[in-house]
Structures are given as C-alpha cells and as structure tokens.
C-alpha cells in the first residue's frame, strides 16, 4: 500500500523548535519530489515546503528561514525542521507526494501530526 | 504571489444535483490547476489535476475545465458523499497557493 505517515508534532512554547519526520512506504520515494501542507483548526490548506528529487527545496515567505525541508532516501523519510516558532505555525501538518515529476499537485497525503505552539 | 479566488464560499444543493465550483487566479495559472476534496478529520483527496485530468479511482462524474484565470470543477450529479469542501490549487509559480475552499452542504 502506498502511504506516508507523519510523527512529531507535539505542544512547543513559541520560539522553540520541533522536527517533524515522514514516513514512506509502497513506492519508490526517491522518485518523487515530496511537500508539506499544513492546515490550521477550520481553516484552508496552505503549503509549507518542498523538496525535489534533486535536492532542491522551496518555501513561502511565511516560514522561510525558520523551516528546513530535507529527505534521506535511504530510509524513506522525509523531514521538517522548524525553528523559531510561533503561535501562527499551530496546525496540523501533513506531508504529500507530486503525482509525477515537475507535476506539483499531491496525489498522496499522510494523517497529518498536530503541531501546538502555545506557552 | 498567486491569489486563487473560490466562490461561492458555500453551496447549498440536494443529491442529484449538477454543481458547479469556480475558482479565478489574479495572474494566468496557463492550465497547471488542480482540485481537492475534504471531508471533516480527514486529509484532502486529489480529484484533478492540470485543469481536466481525473486522478486515479474518481469516478467520472467529477471533472475540470478552463484555461489561464478561470477555473470550474462540476460535478455532473451529486452523491451523498460528495458533500465536503473543495479547494483548488496552483502550481504554476512558486510559492504553490491553495484558495479558500467551497463548502457543499446539504440543502
């Protein structure tokens, strides 16, 4: 089965970091760029980071310089280190794989992990 | 940044109903559009991407149309589970941007 399972989050005081890990199984993950997404309590989708195949990373402005997107292929993972957080970063984060290469539209989402960023 | 533009915010309809979602991007997206699917506690559902390409197991009541800056998904007739909300999704520049969402309730 094809999946990504996300672990991680947790409750952090604002200015604090958390490292969030993503999980991949049922397919070449090597071959695939791979995102985060995160979503705040009833609110929309916004999208947090990506990294090619390549190595290549990209960022919005809002979490650019505080997160840090990576990926060891070898043990199938992906990851986001945020640093500096705040109360505005409190979402659940979900990790989401492109449907093919160059193609950013995520055919495949974890459950997502809480993030709390709260004193 | 791309801002994508969903109206109506929410749609009120019966099952068995056609049901039209529009979503308007403030610069040309050219065809690199794509929707989603949500229902409560459960991560989104791609339903198609690049305008008009189903992703794999929707059923073909779902489908995608337009070009440039504006947008529709339809569904032809709608099922109990089709009542969600739905966003739309660019990625024709960076940073990738989500709209807002259109909530399909149940009238």
């Known amino acids: 089965e094809v999946q990504l399972v996300e672990s991680g989050g947790g409750l952090v005081q604002p200015g604090g970091s958390l490292r969030l890990s993503c999980a991949a199984s049922?397919?070449?993950?090597?071959?695939?760029?791979i995102h985060w997404v995160r979503q705040a309590t009833g609110k929309g989708l916004e999208w947090v980071s990506a990294?090619?195949?390549?190595?290549?990373?990209h960022y919005p402005d809002s979490v650019k310089g505080r997160f840090t997107i990576s990926r060891e292929n070898a043990k199938n993972s992906l990851y986001l280190q945020m640093n500096s957080l705040r109360a505005g970063d409190t979402a659940v984060y979900y990790c989401?794989?492109?449907?093919?290469?160059?193609?950013?539209?995520?055919?495949?989402w974890g459950q997502g992990t809480m993030v709390t960023v709260s004193s | 940044e791309i801002v994508l533009t969903q109206s109506p915010a929410t749609l009120s309809l019966s099952p068995g109903e056609r049901v039209t979602l529009s979503c308007r991007a403030s610069q040309s997206v050219s065809s690199y559009l794509a929707w989603y699917q949500q229902k409560p506690g459960q991560a989104p559902r791609l339903l198609i991407y690049d305008a008009s390409n189903r992703a794999t197991g929707i059923p073909a009541r779902f489908s995608g149309s337009g070009s440039g800056t504006d947008f529709t998904l339809t569904i032809s007739s709608l099922e109990p589970e089709d009542f969600a909300l739905y966003y739309c999704?660019?990625?024709?520049?960076?940073?990738?941007?989500f709209g807002g969402g259109t909530k399909v309730e149940i009238k």
């Open positions: 989401a794989r492109s449907i093919a290469p160059r193609t950013n539209a995520f055919d495949i």
């Open positions: 049922g397919f070449s993950f090597s071959s695939y760029d």
């Open positions: 990294i090619s195949t390549a190595g290549d990373t």
């Open positions: 999704q660019q990625r024709s520049n960076w940073p990738l941007t």
